[in-house]
């Protein structure tokens, strides 16, 4: 028995050795993903990594990716290269399964707000594969009937809320945007009045003027009744609002190009930075950017460098950008010719691929505490808005969530 | 002795898959979970053995003591609405009448719908522009008009049952027959409910009544850290959105109990019922000295799994999800899940262990009080 085994297990390894292909297991979401991942190996970087005997095995996952990818991590079943999205990227970087990248891969050439996202104690832990930026998205003939500017480049908060009121008196039930309760949103405002998500000794301040001052102008707007929350018209989220033409205005990202294409094909559509604040004269915004990184624990560490460097070449990265899906994170890629198409789609790429680089920008991450940081502002938010409590106190009792959250 | 050997082994055979299947996914994963409550781990380092310490952080943890206060009012509020709702429609639905079949299936529908599909339409129903909300507004504004039909309606049936009580023993006087008109009886119910339609159509056409005036009722349900009646102490008062879960849940729930129950009544005797009618007890009387009395064993059941079901409950607080504040529907089980998936922080195995091995050890604790005050109850 234990001859026939060992005569199996010879016979395996043989054919194995004669097929001598080093397979890299690559993790990452499902939905579209596999199906661009499989079109990036096939039309792009799948032939030169075959010639060096790699062979790239894609394993979606479908369900909740952090969950399942801290229980694959800790069990040793993950994959060789996975994702690892900005908000929980400390995280992970804490559980010391992330392949530090300096000396494998050159860092220097991908826009350095990104590689900060990665970065913890000087490490850079992660290569971003795209990212995407919030832009003021307005449906162009919804401002034309109200005879109101574009939002522009030069509009303070100020401004930008004249300009929505006016829409907003068009017709009942319209509006001059939907916005959600949302700190992913609200929090971008903040960075334009100097607000940053933690403070020099670790916590977080949300009374400081800097931060009620955004809060108060964000949920002002559906408290003046300018803007309206996306499940009070029924919405799921505010590019349905703007598809649905129910609100003039989203703030939202790239993603949001995609749904209009699908949902609303003839919406007049433009692209803005977001407004600036009055006192500052500065607008802010996130980065919320998803990386690339390497197993600590890999067995073929060196295939997987190759692999991750031909996922984030130059090629790989010009033509995802040429199918609409994401943009690019290398810095030579900022003069690409796409941005100079004159399509509203391009256009909007554009603001958003600025959007990195203009005002106070910061990375869409709240340390090791994750987008848990979100949820008693958001609570807050929904208490305002909804007209349950008033600013000062909603802050206060966020206030005091977020200290706990953050000792805890 | 023999003979029992020989039984044993074709039995252990039978049962070897379930005991593989029980000894590793719950006693083993029992006794990592029992090991891990007493230890600091985080899944990627070595476990450190920290004594009670995780116990003793349990008690200092303010999530942790909402999520206690949240599962032990949602046990009790929803145990006690779903074993009364369930008895009710089964005695309902227990009845020889046309097309019970229909109802019976009718109101077992929110059973085997899927709890996920419920949830999202309760979800959508507790919206502020959502139905829950429509209809108090619609209630509340045609309330002239409701309370005009049920006053006249309740009128006309008194008025009824009191002419018919008062022919009906002009006729048997003398008789020695012993007869009376029900209150509800459906003949004179029709005559009621003609007459109040009438009367009430009349006094609207006429213009006496009309709707009232009244705002949209917006009724924050779910986005709300409000609790319910203010005034009550904390360990007594229940957050908006998980009474709207608890009305989710005792509303999914009363189906499965009732047909328990209704398996159990068309047990009990017929001769029963009869013996008590012949002691002159009416259907009010038979139900509470015959029904409820022969239903103990399967109303122990009921209850048990009911609490069971409830401490345990997870599912409806994960489809709320985000569309919640937290802390206003935070069961214990879903504490241990946050505590276990945090998100992007290390896990925090230890201490979601301890409350764990809490929730079981409450949920033991609760079911055996059941137990010894039900069966007192049933020796009486």
Not at chain 1, 315 to 332: N, V, Y
């Amino acid at each position: 028995m234990r001859r026939l085994v060992t005569a199996l297990l010879a016979t395996l390894f043989a054919f194995s050795w004669a097929n001598a292909q080093t397979i890299v297991r690559v993790q990452g979401y499902g939905g579209q993903d596999p199906a661009i991942v499989q079109r990036l190996i096939d039309e792009v970087i799948g032939k030169g990594l075959a010639d060096q005997g790699i062979t790239i095995k894609y394993e979606p996952i479908e369900t909740d990716y952090n969950t399942v990818l801290v229980n694959s991590l800790s069990a040793g079943t993950a994959g060789d290269v996975f994702y690892v999205p900005g908000e929980v990227a400390p995280g992970f970087i804490a559980t010391g399964k992330l392949l530090p990248l300096e000396g494998l891969v050159d860092t220097s050439a991908f826009i350095d707000t990104l590689n900060a996202v990665f970065t913890q104690d000087g490490h850079v832990y992660g290569i971003a594969k795209d990212f995407n930026t919030l832009a003021v998205f307005y449906n162009k003939d919804m401002f034309d009937a109200a005879g109101a500017d574009y939002p522009n480049a030069d509009d303070d908060w100020t401004s930008f809320e004249a300009k929505l009121t006016k829409v907003a008196a068009l017709k009942p039930d319209t509006y001059g945007a939907c916005i959600a309760a949302d700190t992913a949103r609200l929090g971008a405002f903040a960075f334009a009045n100097g607000w940053t998500t933690f403070t020099a000794d670790g916590g977080a301040d949300i009374t400081s003027p800097a931060f009620a001052d955004a809060f108060d102008f964000y949920s002002g707007l559906v408290t003046k009744g300018i803007a309206v929350q996306p499940a009070d018209v029924g919405a799921g989220w505010p590019g349905d609002c703007l598809a649905r033409e129910q609100a003039a205005v989203a703030i939202e990202g790239a993603w949001i190009l995609g749904f209009l294409r699908d949902n609303a094909p003839n919406l007049q559509y433009g692209a803005s930075f977001l407004p600036k604040s009055p006192k500052t004269g500065e607008s802010g915004n996130f980065i919320y950017t998803v990386a690339w990184a390497i197993n600590a624990d890999t067995k073929v560490q060196d295939a997987a460098v190759k692999v991750l460097d031909a996922l984030t070449s130059p090629e790989a990265q010009q033509f995802i950008l040429e199918q609409g899906l994401a943009i690019p994170s290398r810095k030579a890629l900022s003069d690409n010719d796409y941005f100079k198409q004159d399509t509203a789609e391009a256009q909007a790429n554009k603001i958003v691929f600025e959007g990195a680089s203009h005002g106070n920008v910061y990375g869409f991450q709240f340390g090791k505490v994750g987008t848990d940081y979100m949820s008693p502002i958001n609570n807050a938010l929904t208490a305002v808005m909804t007209g349950a409590s008033d600013s000062a106190a909603a802050l206060k009792q966020a206030q005091t969530d977020l200290n706990a959250l953050l000792t805890r | 002795m023999r003979a029992r050997g020989r039984e044993f082994l074709p039995a252990l055979m039978f049962l070897l898959p379930f005991l593989l299947v029980l000894a590793v996914f719950f006693v083993y994963a029992g006794v990592r979970a029992v090991y891990f409550s007493f230890t600091d781990y985080d899944l990627f380092n070595a476990p450190q053995w920290v004594g009670l310490a995780n116990y003793r952080a349990l008690f200092s943890d303010d999530r942790f003591l909402t999520a206690l206060r949240n599962s032990l009012l949602f046990a009790a509020i929803v145990t006690t609405f779903q074993t009364i709702g369930a008895l009710l429609s089964a005695s309902a639905v227990n009845r020889r009448v046309r097309g019970m079949t229909f109802f019976r299936s009718a109101f077992y529908m929110p059973a085997v719908t899927s709890s996920v599909v419920i949830t999202l339409i309760f979800l959508w129903l507790f919206q502020r522009l959502g139905g829950i909300n429509y209809l108090i507004a619609a209630v509340s504004r045609n309330a002239p008009i409701i309370l005009t039909f049920v006053i006249v309606m309740v009128l006309a049936q008194g008025l009824q049952v009191l002419v018919e009580r008062w022919r009906l023993r002009r006729r048997l006087r003398g008789a020695g027959q012993q007869r009376t008109v029900s209150l509800l009886d459906p003949a004179l119910l029709a005559v009621a409910l003609v007459a109040a339609i009438i009367v009430t159509t009349a006094l609207a056409l006429l213009g006496y009544l009309a709707p009232r005036e009244v705002q949209n009722v917006a009724i924050n349900w779910l986005q709300t850290r409000q609790e319910v009646p203010a005034s009550f102490p904390f360990w007594l008062r229940v957050p908006l959105p998980l009474a709207a879960i608890m009305f989710q849940n005792i509303f999914t729930t009363i189906p499965t109990y009732m047909l328990m129950f209704l398996a159990a009544m068309q047990d009990v005797p017929r001769s029963q019922y009869e013996a008590a009618a012949l002691d002159g007890a009416n259907s009010v009387q038979q139900f509470f000295y015959v029904t409820v009395p022969a239903l103990q064993p399967v109303t122990f059941l009921v209850v048990t799994l009911g609490l069971i079901g409830t401490l345990q409950m997870f599912d409806q607080v994960a489809i709320f999800g985000s569309s919640v504040p937290l802390q206003s529907v935070i069961t214990l089980a879903y504490f241990v899940y946050n505590r276990m998936f945090p998100g992007a922080q290390l896990p925090e195995v230890g201490f979601a262990s301890a409350a764990a091995m809490f929730l079981a050890l409450l949920t033991l604790i609760i079911v055996t009080l059941q137990r010894t005050v039900l069966r007192a109850e049933g020796e009486r």
